[in-house]
């Protein structure tokens, strides 16, 4: 678990913090690589924000230790601050100030800033620039976010829960932003509890779970080592009421069945050809459901070393 | 320097596009500065007095005349007060039922001159002066002798005979009837006993006077309502700007997330707490200079500040931000933080003389607010603005940049930059 390749702009090793008697990070130990997008993923309250804020100087760890680009965060937290941005969860700004002044204000608050209109037009904020902060769409706001922490040049980017709140367009539109940054050689740390962000962005993912660290790899490892087969969805077309029919069938056949975020009903297969069996009776029993066959994703990752699923808020179901 | 500059900026371009701030701070001391100066502007208040004159003189048919003479000189003299207006109660208005004294004369006060007024006077002012003579005889007896003393007492004893019926040795008694909710019944009272005493010393001769009180006014010409409270209300001005404005915004970047935002760039907690000091600071002198051009368009004060008032103005202003951040930064509800403030900011004003001037408050408050930094504040600001003296404006420095220091220390070491919740 972790890496200690020589290029490692993160080093954590055995980070903790307690708060009272609870235990909110329990030395966790991992490395984040230079320009990649380096995802922390776990439900509410797994310690990834906890971590991430350690990270940024904004937590004093109980014990453990971390560096970034070579700096103790703690010892050299203010140096640190100018070489790293970040885009806290449920970001907020000065609301009566456009994007363009709240950006301005970063620039001006670091040593080394970029160019304002330069981020401005990398993000695509052009024609929204001149809007106040508190007149902006929610994905408009996090651009805004995200501009204000590229400002400052950053080599590490800290991204926690980026898309939270956010609709669908926003989010994916979300994404590529995030991509662009990392396109141009910033490494990114991304904390998320969405399963499909992960996915898309992660190049590596850490998994948290009660402030422990239950895996470290790249998601196609994740799932190849956990979660190797394929699955069946079942989504009924009028209702979930249809899908007792095909449930029976599913559970008999499946290695494990469950309900995801949406209420489909999802059953977990080891092997490809046991899964296009089912597939194949599931359609003769001519149901009035959609039945897809997919293969395993981060949820079953997820499923498998969490012990449960998180819903649409990331709560462990 | 420049992060500290750049914060302040924006820090007042937010507060300035902030319409609950700016009335709150800005616009409402100079609504209470244009309201108290107006209330308190117009000269000495006019209280109304109405007078039932029972005392008729005879006709044929009875009492129910014109007023005796002696009756109507008193209410002359009620009248040349300037303070007291007088409105007449038709004599036939049953009074005996206090309970009803508004619905039946339409009046909070009435003061009853009873029959047979004048003519009680008339006797006391004989008896009176009879009994001065003897006074006077007494003291200078050793100089009269005794066979004219003797003439003179016969002669008293023969005019004593003579005193109009009535004369009993009793002084004629005038009633004022008030109501419970009458809140001047105080102060008319004592007008009254002065209109009175007044007309006693006439009534047995004395018009000229053997003392008498002057007022002298040194140094401003004119003291008006305007010029106390306009120094009263820039102090109100920045004190409900630095104790309840700056803890509800500070709250609300910190309960935002804006504050983290801030915390996690190379900005330190100290330019924090300096940037919101010196914002607060300019606005203070900024919202100054607009109640002083506002009190000199409406109301003719003239009040230019000088180097000493603006640095006062300013120090006031560091000292009371900080106050705020230090409410600021242990609370974490903005409205909670406002309240906090208020409990801070409204006491303090209304016991260091804000909102009216110390003399007319109880002995206890008046010496509790000589230790309140706000009595003292606005005091030097008034000496400063108005008076141009500056007696006691050292000491307010002292007591505002020791205020400053403590407090200012105390933001940096309360404000939270790490740990949030």
Avoid at chain 1, 249 to 278: C, I, K, M, P, W
Avoid at chain 2, 189 to 211: M, Q
């Amino acid at each position: 678990m972790g890496t200690s390749r020589s290029d490692s702009v993160i080093r954590v090793d055995g980070l903790r913090k307690e708060y009272g008697s609870t235990v909110a990070l329990d030395g966790i130990s991992f490395s984040v690589r230079e320009n990649e997008i380096f995802g922390l993923l776990g439900p509410n309250g797994a310690g990834k924000t906890v971590t991430v804020e350690l990270l940024q100087g904004l937590r004093t760890p109980t014990a453990g230790s971390a560096t970034i680009l070579g700096r103790d965060v703690q010892t050299g937290s203010l140096a640190l601050k100018e070489r790293v941005g970040v885009v806290p969860q449920s970001f907020h700004t000065f609301e009566r100030l456009t994007a363009r002044e709240n950006i301005e204000l970063m620039r001006d608050l670091h040593a080394d800033p970029a160019e304002v209109d330069t981020v401005i037009e990398q993000l695509g904020l052009d024609a929204y620039a001149d809007e106040t902060f508190q007149d902006l769409s929610g994905g408009y706001q996090r651009r805004t976010g995200i501009a204000m922490a590229l400002v400052s040049d950053p080599d590490v980017l800290f991204l926690d829960e980026p898309t939270t709140g956010l609709d669908p367009a926003a989010r994916r539109d979300t994404w590529e932003q995030i991509r662009h940054v990392a396109d141009l050689g910033t490494t990114v740390v991304l904390t998320t509890h969405y399963m499909d962000e992960i996915e898309y962005l992660a190049d590596r993912v850490a998994l948290l779970v009660d402030g422990r660290l239950a895996a470290l790899d790249s998601v196609s490892a994740l799932i190849d080592q956990y979660a190797p087969g394929v699955k069946l969805v079942v989504r009924a077309t009028d209702g979930p009421g249809e899908t007792d029919t095909v449930e029976t069938a599913l559970e008999d056949a499946a290695q494990r069945t469950y309900r995801n975020d949406t209420g489909d009903l999802v059953g977990t297969f080891a092997d490809r050809q046991t899964a296009q069996d089912t597939f194949s009776t599931l359609h003769a029993a001519d149901t009035e459901c959609t039945i897809d066959l997919i293969s395993a994703g981060m949820e079953d990752v997820f499923l498998e070393l969490a012990g449960g699923t998180l819903d649409a808020a990331g709560e462990l179901r | 320097m420049k992060r500290l500059i750049r914060l302040t900026t924006t820090l007042l371009r937010d507060w300035l596009r902030n319409r609950e701030a700016v009335f709150f701070a800005a616009l409402f001391p100079l609504l209470l500065l244009l309201i108290f100066s107006l209330v308190f502007a117009g000269g000495p208040t006019e209280f109304e007095v109405a007078v039932q004159n029972n005392d008729l003189q005879q006709t044929d048919a009875g009492p129910g005349g014109e007023p005796t003479e002696l009756s109507e000189e008193l209410v002359t003299a009620m009248e040349q007060t300037d303070v007291i207006t007088v409105e007449r109660v038709d004599p036939h208005t049953n009074l005996t039922d206090t309970t009803q004294l508004e619905k039946a004369t339409g009046h909070k006060r009435v003061l009853v001159i009873p029959e047979g007024f004048d003519e009680r006077v008339r006797a006391e002012s004989g008896r009176v002066r009879m009994t001065v003579i003897r006074d006077t005889i007494n003291q200078t007896g050793a100089e009269i002798p005794p066979s004219d003393q003797d003439a003179i007492e016969r002669g008293l004893a023969a005019l004593g005979d003579d005193q109009p019926t009535g004369a009993n040795g009793s002084p004629a008694t005038v009633t004022l009837l008030t109501t419970p909710d009458d809140d001047a019944a105080g102060p008319v009272t004592s007008i009254l006993n002065s209109v009175v005493g007044t007309f006693n010393d006439r009534s047995i001769g004395v018009e000229e006077p053997t003392a008498v009180l002057a007022t002298e006014q040194r140094g401003n010409a004119s003291f008006s309502a305007p010029d106390y409270f306009l120094p009263a209300f820039i102090v109100a001005m920045i004190l409900i700007n630095g104790v309840m404005t700056v803890p509800s915004a500070v709250a609300k970047f910190k309960r935002d997330g804006t504050l983290k935002r801030l915390a996690a760039t190379p900005l330190r907690q100290h330019e924090w707490v300096l940037a919101n000091v010196a914002q607060q600071s300019i606005l203070a002198v900024a919202l100054t200079g607009v109640m002083i051009v506002v009190a000199w368009a409406v109301f003719g004060v003239t009040a230019i500040p000088g180097p000493l008032a603006i640095a006062l103005i300013v120090l006031g202003a560091v000292a009371f931000t900080a106050l705020g951040m230090i409410v600021g930064s242990v609370i974490r509800d903005p409205g909670s933080a406002i309240s906090l403030g208020g409990g801070i900011a409204l006491p303090v004003m209304f016991i260091s003389g804000i909102f009216w001037e110390l003399d007319v408050m109880p002995s206890t408050i008046q010496r509790v607010a000589e230790f309140s930094p706000v009595t003292h504040y606005h005091r030097s600001l008034r000496q400063l603005l108005i008076l141009d003296s500056t007696d006691g404006v050292f000491l307010t420095f002292g007591m505002l940049g020791a205020l400053a220091v403590t407090f200012l220390l105390g933001a940096i070491r309360l404000t939270q930059w790490q740990e949030f919740d």
